[in-house]
T-cell receptor, first 113, second 112 residues
Framework: DAGVTQSPTHLIKTRGQQVTLRCSPK?????VSWYQQALGQGPQFIFQ???????QRGNFPDRFSGHQFPNYSSELNVNALLLGDSALYLC????????????FGQGTRLTVV | QKEVEQDPGPLSVPEGAIVSLNCTYS??????FMWYRQYSRKGPELLMY????GNKEDGRFTAQVDKSSKYISLFIRDSQPSDSATYLC????????????FGSGTQLTVLP
C-alpha cells in the first residue's frame, strides 16, 4: 500500500502564475481533502472532494479550485499566485462513510517569488 | 479566538522524560480527536485517534480526552531523541467526513 502520494514535492512559481498540484489517495479511500500549512502554523482546510464534487470548503478565495477524478485522485489549482500562497500543501485521504482516520501525504512545498 | 488552541512551545526535555502536550477547544460539536507528529518539511503522521471522552494507550503514547473541560492531552513516556518533532492536535465532528481543525502545533526537542 503506497499510502497518500503527492506530486511534485517542490515547486517554485512566479507571482501571478497558475499552479496545479496532484494527489493520489490511500488505496480504498474515496475522499480527498486539501490543506494549506504556512510555516510555523497548523494546516488549514481548503476543501474536500467526494464523488467528484466539492463537498466542503474552508475560508479560501475562488482562486483555489480543485477536481476529483473517477479513480479518486485529485488536483488542486491555484490561479493568480500571490507571495502569501507560499506554503506546504497537504492532501489527506479518508473513507466518507466510515469513522476512519485521515491520512496525509508528504506535501508539496510551493514557493512563490 | 481560534477554535483550537495549542501552546506552540518550543518544549525541550531530557531523554527519558515524560512529555505532556495539550490542546483546548471551543466547539462542543467536536467528537473525534487526533494527534499527528510532523517532522521538519514532512507531512503529518497520525499517532493517536480517539472518539469522544476517555483514554487510549499505544506503546509509549497515551491520549486523553476530557470533553467536559474541552481539553485533550498527549503523554509521551520514556521520550527519545527520535520523538523530536512538531505535534499537532486535530479535531472533527460527525458528518464532516474528516474535515480537520488543527492546533498550531507544539515543537518538541528531546535532548540526548
Amino acid at each position: 500500500d503506497a499510502g497518500v502520494t503527492q506530486s511534485p514535492t517542490h515547486l517554485i512559481k512566479t507571482r501571478g502564475q497558475q499552479v496545479t498540484l496532484r494527489c493520489s489517495p490511500k488505496s480504498g479511500h474515496d475522499t480527498v481533502s486539501w490543506y494549506q500549512q504556512a510555516l510555523g502554523q497548523g494546516p488549514q482546510f481548503i476543501f474536500q472532494y467526494y464523488e467528484e464534487e466539492e463537498r466542503q470548503r474552508g475560508n479560501f478565495p475562488d482562486r483555489f479550485s480543485g477536481h476529483q477524478f473517477p479513480n479518486y485522485s485529485s488536483e488542486l489549482n491555484v490561479n493568480a499566485l500571490l507571495l502569501g500562497d507560499s506554503a506546504l500543501y497537504l492532501c489527506a485521504s479518508s473513507l466518507a462513510m466510515q469513522n476512519t482516520e485521515a491520512f496525509f501525504g508528504q506535501g508539496t512545498r510551493l514557493t512563490v517569488v | 479566538q481560534k477554535e483550537v488552541e495549542q501552546d506552540p512551545g518550543p518544549l525541550s526535555v531530557p531523554e527519558g522524560a515524560i512529555v505532556s502536550l495539550n490542546c483546548t477547544y471551543s466547539n462542543s460539536a467536536f467528537q473525534y480527536f487526533m494527534w499527528y507528529r510532523q517532522y521538519s518539511r514532512k507531512g503529518p503522521e497520525l499517532l493517536m485517534y480517539t472518539y469522544s471522552s476517555g483514554n487510549k494507550e499505544d506503546g509509549r503514547f497515551t491520549a486523553q480526552v476530557d470533553k467536559s473541560s474541552k481539553y485533550i492531552s498527549l503523554f509521551i513516556r520514556d521520550s527519545q531523541p527520535s520523538d523530536s518533532a512538531t505535534y499537532l492536535c486535530a479535531m472533527s465532528y460527525p458528518g464532516s467526513a474528516r474535515q480537520l481543525t488543527f492546533g498550531s502545533g507544539t515543537q518538541l526537542t528531546v535532548l540526548p
